[in-house]
């Protein structure tokens, strides 16, 4: 038995088969009880998952600071810094900043995922084994009595 952060007991439960993992998974999930579980692979359907508003938001956030800052750097660029007059062509075309835009924006929605996809994985334990991992924030007697009858060993 070992303690969460909390400093409540905590007990952990390794299973090598799916099968058993599953069954002991729904068990806890049918009377409320708070778990962590940890598996080297993914166990739900897609369509359970639902996306984190963080990352919607960071990639709307993201692409639109890019794209005004793209577009004010073009800006002073064609009419300060460096103005060429083409013809009788202003000074000003915004159709030829929208390819650069396009890109800026784009380069800069990835990197920011990446950067916020890094920092989550950093926050995750890792999985090093094989093994189906199940950590139940609940006293010992409640959970023996719910494992104990499905003779998770062969026993």
């Given at each position: 038995?070992?303690?969460?952060?909390?400093?409540?007991?905590?007990?952990?439960?390794?299973?090598?088969?799916?099968?058993?993992?599953?069954?002991?998974?729904?068990?806890?999930?049918?009377?409320?009880?708070?778990?962590?579980?940890?598996?080297?692979?993914?166990?739900?359907?897609?369509?359970?998952?639902?996306?984190?508003?963080?990352?919607?938001?960071?990639?709307?956030?993201?692409?639109?600071?890019?794209?005004?800052?793209?577009?004010?750097?073009?800006?002073?660029?064609?009419t300060q810094s460096f103005p060429q007059m083409y013809g009788d062509q202003s000074f000003f075309q915004f159709a030829n900043m929208l390819p650069v835009i396009?890109?800026?924006?784009?380069?800069?929605?990835?990197?920011?995922?990446?950067?916020?996809?890094?920092?989550?994985?950093?926050?995750?334990k890792p999985v090093d084994s094989n093994n189906y991992i199940l950590e139940i924030n609940e006293n010992k007697e409640l959970i023996e009595n719910i494992i104990?009858?499905?003779?998770?060993?062969?026993?």
């Amino acid at each position: 038995m070992s303690r969460n952060k909390k400093n409540k007991p905590m007990t952990i439960l390794e299973f090598t088969e799916l099968n058993q993992f599953i069954h002991v998974r729904e068990l806890l999930k049918e009377r409320n009880i708070s778990f962590n579980e940890y598996s080297p692979c993914c166990l739900e359907e897609p369509e359970h998952y639902h996306a984190s508003t963080l990352y919607s938001v960071v990639a709307i956030g993201t692409g639109m600071v890019a794209a005004l800052g793209a577009f004010f750097m073009q800006f002073n660029t064609m009419t300060q810094s460096f103005p060429q007059m083409y013809g009788d062509q202003s000074f000003f075309q915004f159709a030829n900043m929208l390819p650069v835009i396009f890109e800026v924006t784009i380069l800069s929605i990835v990197l920011a995922m990446v950067f916020i996809f890094y920092k989550k994985q950093k926050s995750r334990k890792p999985v090093d084994s094989n093994n189906y991992i199940l950590e139940i924030n609940e006293n010992k007697e409640l959970i023996e009595n719910i494992i104990n009858p499905i003779n998770l060993y062969g026993k």
